[in-house]
Nanobody
Framework: QVQLVESGGGSVQAGESLKLSCAAS???????MAWFRRLPGQGREGVAA???????DYADSVKGRFTISRDNAKNTLYLQMNSLKPEDTAMYYCVAGTKGGAWYLQRRYDYWGQGTQVTVS
């Protein structure tokens, strides 16, 4: 059974940083992993993704501020978030999957964590 457990969320001031972590178990890190978020009152959107070969993709809204990375030895995915803005306030989800398609499509991912809340004021 694949489990994804996020940590590292919290409440920060605008301009500050946070680093999210996602520990994966029951699975060797799959072909692609990503972070999605659900903004207040909205649906989920892709934030950043990293493929098995290390290729990364980012939403335009976070390019230059967020960095996604993975440590295969530790089965852990990270999201370094710098220069946080109030509009980054959301529940952040770690996802993993093996299906094809664009990185920002939810159907690409088989497994979802429970989420970690990030609040920027």
């Amino acid at each position: 059974q694949v489990q994804l457990v996020e940590s590292g969320g919290g409440s920060v001031q605008a301009g500050e940083s946070l680093k999210l972590s996602c520990a994966a178990s029951g699975y060797t890190l799959p072909l692609h992993m990503a972070w999605f978020r659900r903004l207040p009152g909205q649906g989920r959107e892709g934030v950043a993704a990293i493929a098995g070969d290390g290729r990364t993709d980012y939403a335009d809204s976070v390019k230059g501020r967020f960095t996604i990375s993975r440590d295969n030895a530790k089965n852990t995915l990270y999201l370094q978030m710098n220069s946080l803005k109030p509009e980054d306030t959301a529940m952040y989800y770690c996802v993993a999957g093996t299906k094809g398609g664009a990185w920002y499509l939810q159907r690409r991912y088989d497994y979802w964590g429970q989420g970690t809340q990030v609040t920027v004021s």
